[in-house]
């Protein structure tokens, strides 16, 4: 990586491309991108959102949600809401920048968003969830309105 790409984002783009590229077997790395991995958006993240905020494609293979933020903020109630910004990529279209805030009121999971070491199952099965509620979202935007007030076109 260059000196002008050496921030905390796009080292961990380089590595979500790295477990892209291998998501079947063990990554081992060994490098020190200057202070990435002390910064606040690395080091911030519990578990849950740490991997909330991967990129993934749909099932299908015709939708990249390619996650450039992702901001957890917790309410006194133990609900919490997240935002992400998305770029939504698709083959034969242009790419679109979106705010999506998902209101999250299931205290179910409320220890898997801030255990640092929640168990895996349960944390498959949130990822699955929220990643649904997302598709969910994209392919209902248009003629939902409740789903149509969960995201916003970036500006």
């Known amino acids: 990586m260059t000196a002008s790409s050496r921030n905390s984002v796009l080292y961990q783009q380089f590595l979500q491309l790295l477990e892209d590229a291998n998501p079947d077997g063990e990554i081992w790395i060994v490098t020190d991108n200057l202070s990435s ?3 606040l958006h690395t080091v911030a993240h519990t578990p849950a959102e740490g991997v909330l905020a991967r990129s993934y ?7 990249r949600f390619n996650v450039t933020d992702l901001t957890v903020d917790h309410q006194p109630d133990r609900s919490l809401t997240l935002t992400y910004r998305l770029t939504i ?3 034969g279209h242009a790419d679109e920048c979106w705010v999506f805030t998902l209101p999250w009121s299931d205290r179910s999971f409320v220890d898997v968003f801030t255990s640092p070491a929640p168990d895996p199952e349960c944390l498959r099965q ?20 409740h789903f149509a007030k969960m995201g916003r076109r970036c500006t």
């Open 37 to 39: 991995h002390n910064s």
């Open 126 to 145: 949130l990822v699955e969830l929220v990643r649904g509620l997302l598709e969910e979202w994209w392919d209902t935007r248009g003629y939902n309105r």
């Open 89 to 91: 990529e698709r083959k």
């Open 57 to 63: 494609t749909s099932d299908d293979g015709t939708i």
